[in-house]
């Protein structure tokens, strides 16, 4: 993984950090809800960005990477 994916992977981690902060503070309601929408979303972003560099998709002979 290179020096800018490992920052990009940590921005997203500590984004997910302070949105899970900010929703356990809020009330029940819509702002709380499409908070944890945005978070689910970031969560998955980081898991696919993960996968997508990851070595053991670096190491498979013949496959071509998507381009996103």
């Not at 950090?17 to 972003?45: I, K, S, V, W, Y």
């Not at 980081?46 to 998507?66: C, D, V, Y």
Request: glycine share 6%.
């Amino acid at each position: 993984m290179s020096k800018i994916q490992d920052a990009y992977q940590i921005q997203l981690c500590r984004e997910a950090e302070q949105l899970r902060a900010e929703a356990e503070r809020l009330p029940h309601g819509r702002a709380r809800d499409a908070m944890l929408q945005r978070l689910t979303r970031l969560e998955l972003t980081a898991k696919i960005q993960g996968w997508l560099t990851s070595a053991e998709l670096e190491g498979q002979q013949g496959m071509t990477r998507p381009h996103l």
